[in-house]
Structure formats: C-alpha cells, structure tokens
C-alpha cells in the first residue's frame, strides 16, 4: 500500500474516541473471562474462543484502524502506544497500516486467506449436518473432551445410536479431526487440510466460527472493528454448537436443541441459516478488506 492510498484521515481526538470505545466493547468479553481464568472457573461457551483460538486478549481490545484510514499523529519520531513500526508509517502529520510493509511471505498467506474465503463463499452451503459432529467427538464414550467442565446430558448409548443412526457429512477438517476413531469411517467426507480449499462450505458452524481466526491472522490490514464483529459472531456460533450437542449446559442457562429430534434438528436449521447469512456478509467484508492489501 502506499501512502495516496489512504482514502481518509481522521483528527487525533476522532481516533482516541473510536479506540475507546472499541476497547470498552471489547472488554466486554474479555474481562469476564481474564475473572474466570484467575479464579479456575471455566465457561464451556464464552472462554472456548480464548482456548481454541490462539490470539491474546490484547489483540481483541487494542483497536487497530486496518487499510485506507489515516491517523492524524504530529510527532514524526515515536508512534502512538499500540501501533508498530512494523506494520505503520507517517505521511503528511498521520500514521496508516503501510502494507507495503508485508514480507512475501506474509502476503502469501494473506492472498491464501482471501482465496479459502472466495471458495467458501461461492460453494453451496450444506444445512442437512444438524451439529452431529460433536456427537461423533464423544461417539463410544473412550475419551470425552469437555468431560472435566461439563456433563452430557444423555447416557453413552442413546448417543452412539443418535451417531450410528444419523448420515453424517462433516466436511470441516478442524471439527473431523477430533472424530473419535471409530466415528471416522461413518463421516461421508473424509476432510484433510489439503481438501480444505475444496470442500469449506458457508453452512457450516465451524468454517463461519474461523472466520475469526482468518481476521485475527489478517491483522492490522483488516481492522479490529471486523475483527470484533467476527469474534461476537463466533460466540453465537459457538453457543448454538454447544446447545446442539450431547452436552448437559442448563447448569449455565442454557437450553439443548435436542438434534435427537425432528423438532430439534429443525430448530437447529434455522438457527444455523441465520448465523450463516450473517456469515456471509462478515465474510464478504473480509474478502473486501483483503482485496485492499
């Protein structure tokens, strides 16, 4: 990017309200969980993105513009608390996110990114899968991974008869890869992380969730406005994967979606398809703002 790229430059004063305002909405999630954490109390919803996902909280709360916004900042020599000499540079009194600071490397992935992104975009989206891949996860009971923070609300065996009675058809390398072993065969789709590019779908829970993930790794091009809308996004993601799985969480408000059920599967559609089509502008948005670099 170079520097008549910057499209707008707003005051220091503009900037400073919009940074903390940002970090208050921010903080809104991470401070709860930083007070859990401290105190051994773990949320089997609202933590999960903070475990899964390997991004720090500073990441979420430190506000970061992204492309094609100018930051009015006089001193030529020391940049503002929070943005990088790595990632900015100065132009007639402002700092912006210079990529032509990116190494090839780093561009590469960018551009991969922008392309997994397209291809998910354009792909038909699958709503027939009805969360049974957390039920595949606990398929015969040898390990059960949320076992130390949260109890299943069915016995070992209605479970595995939900998994052996249902077609499943995961395509979501990252969720099939903590299949157990004996649920693995019983996947239509057997995903890889080399499969990845040809068989994400907007559909599913877990592609739309990584939408996140893809944010976090496009940052500072990206801006943490899109970031943050990704990772609330997430979390609703998150909380309809969990309601819809064979874990008992009303010790924490929460009621199941019975996907056992034709009532419950069919609840679980719709929710799944207005989280997808919020999915699908969030993802339009970071494709957009990838094109930008």
């Known amino acids: 990017m170079t520097a008549n790229a910057v499209a707008t430059t707003i005051s220091t004063g503009e900037w400073r309200a919009l940074e903390a305002q940002h970090r208050a909405r921010a903080e809104g999630h ?27 909280f500073a990441l979420l709360e430190r506000w970061q513009p992204g492309v094609g916004l ?3 900042w006089e001193d030529g020599v020391l940049f503002p608390e929070g943005f990088s000499e790595r990632y900015y540079s100065w132009v007639d009194g402002a700092i912006f996110a210079d990529s032509n600071r990116l190494t090839d490397k780093e561009r590469e992935r960018l551009r991969w990114i922008q392309d997994l992104l397209v291809a998910t975009q354009e792909r038909a989206p699958n709503f027939a899968c009805h969360g049974l891949h957390e039920w595949a996860m606990v398929y015969q009971g040898a390990e059960v991974r949320h076992a130390e923070t949260t109890p299943l609300r069915l016995p070992q065996a209605e479970i595995d008869e939900v998994v052996r009675s249902r077609a499943i058809c995961c395509s979501h390398y990252d969720a099939f890869r903590f299949f157990t072993t004996e649920s693995r065969p019983m996947n239509r789709l057997q995903p890889t992380l080399e499969s990845r590019m040809s068989l994400e779908q907007p559909g599913c829970v877990h592609a739309t969730m990584d939408l996140y993930k893809w944010a976090a790794k496009s940052m500072p091009w990206v801006g943490t406005e899109l970031l943050l809308d990704c990772f609330e996004l997430a979390l609703e993601l998150r909380d309809l ?22 009532e419950g599967r069919r609840d679980y559609e719709l929710e799944q398809r207005r989280l997808s089509a919020q999915g699908s502008v969030l993802r339009g948005r970071l494709i957009l703002a990838l094109g930008k670099i």
Do not use: C, K, N
Request: aromatic share 14%; no cysteine.
């Open 30 to 56: 991470t401070l709860a969980t930083r007070r859990r954490r401290d105190a051994g109390v773990p949320h089997p919803v609202e933590d999960f993105l903070f475990q899964y996902y390997p991004y720090s």
């Open 70 to 72: 100018g930051l009015e």
């Open 241 to 262: 994967d969990m309601r819809a799985s064979p874990y008992d969480l009303r010790a924490w408000g929460r009621e199941p979606i019975r996907i056992e059920t034709p």
